[in-house]
């Protein structure tokens, strides 16, 4: 089975409340910008779109880099951040919204799905309600990894980061 | 001169490590369809542009 013929089951966001996700960045850009994607985009966003990218697993991250990346070539500059998201949710089919802000946690549940998306327009438009996060499958590990985008509606308001526990790398 | 020693400054920045800075440098790189960095560069006039998307996604962590 291939990451491609995978789905996974988004009730995890509902049973990890409230829940920590974990971005891999140098310690001076440890921060909710999301500028750096904006300017060199990823798989699932595009130029000018600022956007964070972030896993469940705290592992993950380190994971992806190292799935591209020699050992040797990790920089020495990075911190691991730890991300948290909160809400009063409410559970839809393929999101959890909190009522009062208006916030959106969109999930794809398959790579095919999110890429059939993506095809079509900005994910951080999807269904036309600018969600603050979408979750898209790892294209490595059977984890779920997030997209978070701070021009989302309620990103602020759901999203924090905690500097206490930014943690330098080597 | 100067503008290699550009290049092995921005380099160097972003990995915070010279002998990483210059590993990279010399390995080639999927995102430059197989060329080394230094190789890209140098055929591009030594025009630094041609690798800031990729530092900048190491350094933001655009990593998928």
């Known amino acids: ?170 | 001169m100067m503008r290699y020693q550009a290049l092995v400054s921005r380099t160097v920045d972003a990995f915070g490590d010279e002998i990483k800075a210059s590993r990279w440098l010399s390995l080639p790189n999927r995102d430059l369809s197989g060329q080394t960095p230094l190789q890209a560069v140098q055929s591009s006039g030594y025009d630094l542009h041609v690798l800031e998307p990729i530092l900048t996604r190491i350094e933001h962590g655009v990593d998928y």
């Open chain 1, 1 to 170: 089975m291939t990451p491609e013929d995978l789905e996974l089951d988004p009730s995890f966001f509902l049973s990890h409340q409230p829940l920590t996700l974990y971005r891999l960045a140098r310690a001076r850009y440890a921060n909710l910008s999301g500028i750096g994607a904006a300017m060199a985009p990823g798989r699932w966003n595009r130029r000018g779109e600022e956007a964070i990218y972030t896993s469940t697993e705290m592992g993950v991250p380190i994971l992806e880099r190292l799935v591209h990346t020699p050992r040797e070539l990790i920089p020495s500059n990075l911190a691991l951040m730890k991300i948290g998201v909160s809400g009063n949710w409410e559970s839809h089919k393929n999101a959890i919204i909190d009522p009062k802000t208006g916030g959106c946690f969109w999930f794809y549940r398959s790579l095919a799905e999110a890429k059939d998306a993506f095809r079509n327009g900005p994910l951080m438009f999807t269904a036309g309600i600018r969600p603050f996060a979408v979750a898209v499958l790892s294209v490595i590990v059977p984890v779920w990894n997030a997209v978070l985008f701070p021009q989302g509606i309620a990103f602020w308001e759901h999203v924090s980061l905690d500097t206490s526990l930014t943690t330098n790398i080597e």
